[in-house]
């Protein structure tokens, strides 16, 4: 991609350095124009929805249900109220929890299947990652009755356990995206570790996961907030125990907890919710674009 | 792949047997170093999939609570499911609306919203942030947003009603609900939206080059250039939209509910009953294992074959550059 970027530029360069007509200068200036407005006009709508929800969050919930659309005195106890309102701190951290050791987890396993898949010669090698592709497009409800039964009698319902260690036992969109990634490494790096005696492990843990810290910390990234923003799994597993509630099952319970609707709480801990995401990103938004560049095209 | 040490072995005049069998041997240790390895997912792999798999095989010929032993119905699930549950096909016709406009929408508008970035050249990384950025925000959050944002008496009504335009009730309005599913789903497009973009970026400039000097207009350029250029990406969205389909549930949910938690899951009127939202309503409110077990094999096998029939059908509208990958 960047490769065709800079070419891109050099020619372009090539081009500006002929002296350009100005009727062609002219269109190419409100093609410019039309353009802009375009991207400006979609950034608005994009946005919108964010501005309602902040400027909700900042009303009084009489002001909420009515028809205003900007807070009038701004409310910025809601913020406070939140914590108040309900058990906002515990539900927290359930998310950290779950979102911290599923990601643990996932890094724990994944890395040496990964490579695996990817570094090592064997029979049923191919066959092996055949079975994790497939198993990456299976959605979770293909399973989830016979898990749930098994989760019952373990005595797992209500508790974070069903949706944690699972993951410490593989999950093929990390085990995916590691390979990918162990394949690109040279493979003379290892031939060399291994003419030294080195053993497997020995070249995963001091040649490759130095050199795979990148995909590492995506995929950390992505598992966390797959976690974080994860709905199903938690409302099945437990929904059931208020205690163990993570945030997203929490707000949607809202209104039950607070006995009718206060949209304007609800927009204050919505907010709150997707604040530490947005903030991830706004760091992070390299890792982004490539990763679901990289799953996207490159799969 | 053999290494120094193993070349330096083959070199030497050792007997012929002895070689065999130490390679016998060092394949052995490595066939058993990979499945150490590959421990973690293999014990994944048949206690997450495997054994669920079969376990629901079974369950779907059952009709089990979870407090009694599952009790063998043999076919009648699936009997009842294709000609009794009149909710299983309102589930389908649910689902196939998300397959068949919500999906091809999001991918209709990702390619304009990537085709529009590709066109500025300066404040590209601003847009692509801006465009990106609610695709972030999670799944309930984004939906609690708009239930509030499409409330009846809420901004967007308020903005229409200034401009004369008509009102409609949004998500309490059975005729109304999807329009604002699709609402939700365009807003959240960042994902579809990256991939389109680099791959119109990876669309080599020659080729717009030789179609302006055919003289060949826009629209044309973009049939028989960019489209058969990005039709990969095509396919991958149309492939994920459809398991994604299957799994919708999260947003339909939490709007049901929203407002008063005894709602049933679809309402209103099951506009909002998705497939997944009738295994969850069955398995988990109804504690249906049997008929729930049912629901999930049949989703495994429509997917399986949707698949398998895409990828064969992909032969003959998605272009490979140098083969397939």
Redesign the interface.
Known sequence: ?SA??A??AA?SAERSRRPVPPEIRRRRML??VA??S??IA??IA??L??V??VA?SLMTNQQ????N?WPHPFVWSNYKTVFEAFPFVRYTLNTVTYAGLATVGVL???V??A???SR????G?QA?FL??LS?L?????????????VF?RLGWIGSLKPLII?L???DAFT?FLLRQFFLTIPQELS?AA??DGAS?LQI?LRVIVPLAKPALAAVALFQF?YS??D??SP??YAGNNPDSWTL?VA???F??LSRG?L?NL??AA??L??LP??VI??FA?KV??EG??LT???? | MATVAERDVASERARAAERRRRRRRSARRRQLVALAFMSPWIIGFSAFYVYPMLASLYFSFTKYDILSQPEWVGLANYRFMFTSDPLFWVAIRNTLWIMVILVPLQVLFGIATATVLTRVKRGLPFYRTVFFLPTMVPLVAAALGFIYILNPAGPVNRILGLLHLPEPLWFVDPRWTKPGLTLIGLWGIGQVMIIFLASLLDVPRQLYEAADLEGARPWQTFRHVTLPMISPVIFFSVLIGMIQGFQYFTQAFVISKAGDQDHEVGFPQDSLLFYSSRLYQQGFEGFHMGYAAALSWVMFVVIMVATLLLIRSSRRWVHYQGGFR
Request: charged fraction near 5%; proline fraction near 7%; include cysteine.
């Open positions: 991609m065709t970027t070419a891109g020619a093609l410019t353009n802009h375009v991207a979609l950034s994009f946005l929805p964010f309602f929800i909700t909420a249900l009515s028809p659309i724990l396993s994944c040496p299947v490579y695996a898949l090592l010669q064997w029979r090698r092996a079975l994790v198993t497009m299976l959605p979770p409800q293909v399973t989830i009755v016979p898990l749930y039964v019952v699972p410490f036992f593989g085990i031939d291994r003419v497997e995963l907030l974080w923003n709905f199903f409302l099945l997203a707000l949607q319970q209104t039950t609707v949209w609800q927009m919505s907010l919710f997707m995401v947005i990103f706004f938004q982004f674009v679901v560049t996207g095209v490159k799969g």
